[in-house]
């Protein structure tokens, strides 16, 4: 079945350690982008990327890092983990960079940094 | 930068009673809107958008919006709610040029939970 596939689901991560979230997707996007998702605050855009080989700075970029080497891989990357990055996090992919352009969602990866 | 206002952050009601989840957002200037819906523990999925034309949008599962520009409002209404649509739901807008050309982008509101009781 075509969409995003994030792994892994969930995760429990010692402050200190490092940690990347895969995300794929197989419909050829040429968007993507990474939301975190905490209570009372909606989602919040890390960081995107309009096409292979480019990427950009969201809302919250901070202790975020992302690489896009190819159409399907999307890996979000956080070097030293904080505890106030617990949150769960959703990586989506739209067609186009267009405005107009729907957002698909993964399932979501439940991160807890202790 | 655009802005979203989900006016109420939950919203119980009966089954089979109307509903209607309020949005407002920030800019006159031409946006795209959306209504997205997220079931317990699975991502976002579209219910519908606004692009232009007709100012009432149709969605999935019986769901439908009405585009206000004076108002600047997207609300989100359905004649007779399920305990099947328990879910939350977000509003969404898509404004070219944000994030430094982030082109596609969309700044979400803080959601909606709705919560329908038997």
């Known amino acids: 079945i075509a969409g995003i596939t994030q792994a892994p689901t969930s995760q429990i991560l010692a402050a200190g350690r490092r940690m990347t979230l895969r995300c794929t997707q197989d419909m050829r996007h040429n968007a993507m982008y990474w939301y975190r998702q905490d209570l009372g605050l909606g989602l919040r855009l890390i960081h995107y990327?309009?096409?292979?080989?480019?990427?950009g700075k969201g809302e919250v970029p901070d202790g975020y890092s992302v690489s896009r080497a190819n159409t399907d891989d999307f890996p979000l990357t956080l070097a030293s983990a904080v505890p106030s990055q617990t949150s769960v996090y959703f990586c989506?992919?739209?067609?186009?960079?267009?405005?107009?352009?729907?957002?698909?969602f993964g399932q979501g990866t439940r991160l807890t940094v202790v | 930068a655009q802005s979203v206002t989900q006016l109420d952050s939950q919203v119980p009601v009966f089954e089979e009673a109307p509903v209607e989840l309020r949005c407002n957002y920030s800019?006159?200037?031409?946006?795209?809107l959306f209504w997205y819906v997220q079931y317990p523990n699975q991502g976002l999925q579209l219910l519908l958008k606004?692009?232009?034309?007709?100012?009432l949008v149709k969605g999935i599962n019986g769901f439908e919006a009405e585009f206000n520009k004076s108002q600047t409002s997207f609300h989100l209404r359905k004649p007779s709610v399920h305990i099947s649509d328990t879910a939350e739901y977000f509003c969404?807008?898509?404004?070219?040029?944000?994030?430094?050309?982030?082109?596609?982008?969309?700044?979400f509101g803080k959601g909606t939970k709705l919560s329908v009781k038997p």
């Open positions: 606004y692009l232009s034309g007709s100012t």
């Open positions: 989506a992919s739209s067609l186009s960079t267009g405005a107009a352009s729907e957002a698909f």
């Open positions: 990327s309009n096409t292979a080989g480019t990427t």
């Open positions: 800019s006159s200037v031409s946006v795209y």
């Open positions: 969404a807008v898509s404004d070219p040029g944000d994030y430094g050309g982030s082109q596609g982008n969309l700044i």
